[in-house]
């Protein structure tokens, strides 16, 4: 008998708790959420930001900003996906040593030479136990396994780590139409409906003016990588725009405290 060597491959931490295990449930709720998004008119989008929490509260955000990457999704072969450490802490910004993340939807292989134009930077770190059971990332793979037909991904779990060094992660690995960057962020948590949308409107504010001075970590959990992508987004003349602001309260939960989600796009200056 031929023996197999173990595949290295990032399991689902939050299947069957963040979204469906089974990938036929799995399937049908994605293509209902993004059946329900608004269509969107054709145009060239570099990145994103999209919610992470389970997808009965944040699915329908979510589906909101992925539906408007469908007209380009045969040109995207790589997806740059950062997004927040909500278990482990550290400094930088975490690469994982796996070979694939699986979901229920099958696996998505990583792409290593991405991650190997940015291992030498000071700020980047492997660490495999940062991806281990982090939702940030994970909640976004299905939205992206339904929508791209063929991509590899370059994961980053970011921790304590300043805007101009994840912008800098970013450079590196910018690249062109092939290349799409995603960023996993809730806004504010936990505060009555009222003072959510207006905490969470000022946030948005700040997002769509480049101003990630004016964002902190009651604002966004994602706010670090959230921050790097706004200087980015600054130097190379991408235009946001916001697609969705809703919270938990809108969606599927109570309105005595609620967790806010934005989707917002980055255009190409073209």
Request: proline share 6%.
């Amino acid at each position: 008998m031929k023996s197999h060597q173990s595949e290295n491959y990032r399991a689902a931490a939050v299947a069957g708790h963040f979204y469906p295990a089974d990938p036929e449930q799995l399937s049908d709720l994605l293509q209902r959420l993004l059946k329900q998004a608004p269509d969107t008119a054709a145009v060239p989008i570099k990145a994103l930001i999209a919610p992470h929490a389970g997808f009965i509260y944040s699915g329908p955000v979510a589906a909101s900003i992925y539906r408007q990457i469908e007209v380009q999704a045969s040109a995207i072969h790589r997806v740059v996906l950062l997004g927040p450490s909500h278990h482990v802490g550290f400094h930088g910004v975490a690469m994982s040593s796996a070979d694939s993340f699986r979901t229920p939807l099958g696996n998505i292989a990583i792409d290593k030479q991405a991650l190997h134009a940015i291992e030498r930077l000071p700020q980047v770190v492997v660490l495999d136990q940062a991806h281990a059971q982090e939702h940030s990332l994970e909640v976004q793979l299905p939205f992206l396994q339904t929508i791209l037909p063929d991509f590899k991904l370059a994961p980053l779990v970011v921790g304590d780590c300043a805007p101009e060094a994840v912008a800098e992660v970013l450079e590196r690995l910018w690249g062109g139409p092939e290349t799409l960057i995603v960023i996993s962020s809730d806004l504010s948590h936990f505060h009555s409906y009222d003072e959510a949308r207006a905490r969470d409107q000022r946030t948005s504010r700040a997002i769509l003016d480049l101003q990630p001075q004016h964002i902190d970590y009651g604002d966004a959990c994602g706010r670090n990588p959230v921050n790097g992508l706004l200087l980015a987004a600054r130097k190379h003349g991408l235009v946001p725009e916001l697609v969705d602001l809703r919270n938990s309260g809108d969606t599927a939960g109570s309105k005595d405290r609620v967790v806010g989600y934005g989707a917002y796009r980055f255009l190409d200056h073209v």
